[in-house]
């Protein structure tokens, strides 16, 4: 009898790249923090990430693939822009 994989399995498991955002969002820079608001889903730039990585002080390659904010990571800033009222 053939078996076949459950669908759900077969869905990307929606992970960071980042470190905690909680960690390098209140530090960065003002104009990277609009960059990164004007749209949230949209792949973070490279010197957007590099500077991530900068601010938390992680040694590592910048990956190759586009590198987007999760799910969370989202609502963490739909809290902070809230909260502030950017």
């Known amino acids: 009898m053939k078996t076949f994989p459950d669908p ?6 929606e992970s960071s790249e980042l470190p905690p955002i909680g960690e390098w969002w209140p530090m960065l820079e003002r104009p990277l923090q609009s960059e ?6 949209a792949p ?4 957007v990430v590099r500077r991530i990585f900068d601010l938390c002080e992680i040694e590592r390659e910048i990956p190759l693939r586009p590198v987007r904010l999760t799910e969370n990571e989202r609502a963490y800033l739909a809290g902070w822009t ?5």
């Open 8 to 13: 759900v399995d077969d869905l990307p498991s």
């Open 36 to 41: 990164v608001l004007e749209d949230v889903s």
């Open 44 to 47: 973070l730039r490279r010197v």
């Open 82 to 86: 809230h909260s502030i009222r950017w």
